[in-house]
């Protein structure tokens, strides 16, 4: 096992809520990557200037409209759209892509305060497996954020060993990712980053219904962790009888041994959050606890039965491209919504000085007059939903409450 160049600081960190909004941005790094990536597929043959951004735009734009009235007219019962050409791909990867990245960062900053992080980052070797992975979105955003994260911790020099696994029935969404990953590594590598990386990829083209895992698909090993991500996928196959089974075999694999992170994520509308917060609460049942939103191996979603639901709220700092396409399609998503859930096996993950955590899950604004308004927070600790007025909103939807 790599040691840290430098140990943990051992004082305390305060962990409580950072009330200040700070709003996502994707790394620098990982934006010049992606950039050069989309010209590269959107057939220009001259060099890439990103002055020139609007012309992969427009190339684009009628599918992109497409998709995103697909999402919108029917997203309660998504049935899932058929990426499987290369202009609905390389759309996706224009018009979609980034929000993604971003939503799955928000939730992995939303973690970290609830981690030990002595542990997580202790592995040399980790085994990403992105089931219905798209352009890869979810899973590059993890690494970028894993790799912030070595860094905030100054494990400079480490060696560091990715082993990616990208599952899709779209073949093109398999290239497109393979791509994108490869060569953001590459550039980390070349840049010096401050570490060996080693990395293999490999890509499945499969449906989930017919997805059969190997010996590869847990590790037991103790300098290895196994990261899952379903990215928008179980909203397209919860009501799929063949779908849903396969995957929660899957699953029930993953709690089986080794240390592994299991990631869910689907979109913050009613039916999707509520089908994904009836899933975890079955899945725990195979051996996970619950890292994210609530905080340690409960099973209740009390909001289940209400008409309120649980959702990670986040600000975006978006990029040029994502200002771009909001701006042709009348978008807003500086505030980006997912419904999520961050579940793992491995109880030494949680973070035991952060004593009974509460999680913002709501907040019906109460209008005292008209110059002030008081906010009624929702807070889950767990096990129970309460109450508490507040003066004015600083929270958002998945970030710990901070008691005064
Ligand atoms: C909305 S996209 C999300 C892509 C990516 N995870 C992300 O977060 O951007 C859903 C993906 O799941 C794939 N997908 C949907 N149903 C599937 C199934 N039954 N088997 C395999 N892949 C599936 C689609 O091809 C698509 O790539």
Redesign the pocket.
């Known amino acids: 096992m790599v040691q840290p160049t430098k140990k943990l600081s051992t004082k305390k960190k305060d962990t409580s809520a950072d009330t200040t909004y700070k709003a996502c941005s994707i790394s620098e790094s990982y934006l010049a990557n992606f950039y050069q990536l989309v010209w590269k597929y959107s057939g220009y043959k001259r060099a890439f200037d990103p002055k020139n951004l609007d012309l992969v735009l427009k190339r684009s734009l009628p599918s992109i409209a497409e998709i995103w009235r697909s999402?919108n007219c029917d997203r309660e019962s998504?049935s899932?759209?058929?990426?499987?050409t290369p202009k609905y791909?390389f759309s996706?990867l224009v018009g979609?892509?980034l929000p993604?990245?971003a939503?799955?960062k928000a939730v992995f900053d939303r973690m970290i305060p609830r981690i030990n992080p002595e542990e997580f980052l202790k592995y040399d070797t980790v085994n990403i497996w992105?089931?219905?992975?798209?352009?890869?979105?979810?899973?590059s955003s993890f690494i970028d954020s894993f790799l912030e994260l070595l860094d905030r911790y100054q494990y400079k020099g480490k060696s560091l060993k990715f082993k990616v696994h990208l599952?899709?029935?779209?073949s093109h969404?398999l290239t497109i990712a393979q791509d994108l990953i490869s060569s953001y590594l590459d550039t980390i590598n070349l840049n010096g980053y401050s570490y060996n990386i080693e990395y293999s990829i490999s890509t499945y083209r499969?449906?989930?219904?017919s997805?059969t895992p190997r010996s590869d698909f847990i590790s037991s090993k103790d300098n290895e962790l196994n990261v899952y991500?379903?990215?928008?996928?179980y909203n397209?196959?919860s009501q799929?009888q063949k779908?849903s089974a396969q995957f929660e075999r899957l699953v029930k694999k993953m709690a089986g041994s080794g240390s592994s992170l299991l990631f869910l994520?689907d979109p913050a509308n009613q039916t999707p959050s509520k089908n994904l917060a009836s899933f975890k609460n079955r899945i725990v049942n195979y051996g996970f606890y619950t890292l994210y939103p609530c905080s340690f191996e409960s099973k209740c979603c009390p909001l289940l039965d209400k008409k309120d639901w649980c959702y990670t709220e986040a600000y975006f700092k978006k990029d040029r491209l994502t200002q771009l396409v909001d701006k042709v399609l009348k978008t807003q998503r500086s505030k980006i919504n997912t419904c999520s859930f961050i579940l793992t096996n491995d109880s030494s993950f949680i973070n035991k000085n952060l004593k009974n955590p509460v999680t913002l899950i709501g907040k019906p604004i109460i209008k005292a007059d008209r110059t002030q308004s008081h906010i009624q927070y929702l807070l889950c600790d767990g096990e129970h939903v309460f109450k508490k007025e507040d003066d004015k909103s600083s929270l958002l939807k998945g970030e710990l409450y901070k008691k005064n």
């Open positions: 999402y998504l899932g759209f058929n990426f499987n791909s996706y979609f892509h993604n990245v939503r799955f992105d089931i219905g992975c798209g352009s890869g979105a979810c899973s599952v899709d029935r779209a969404f499969s449906s989930i219904e997805f991500i379903a990215g928008y996928v397209e196959i799929k779908g994520l």
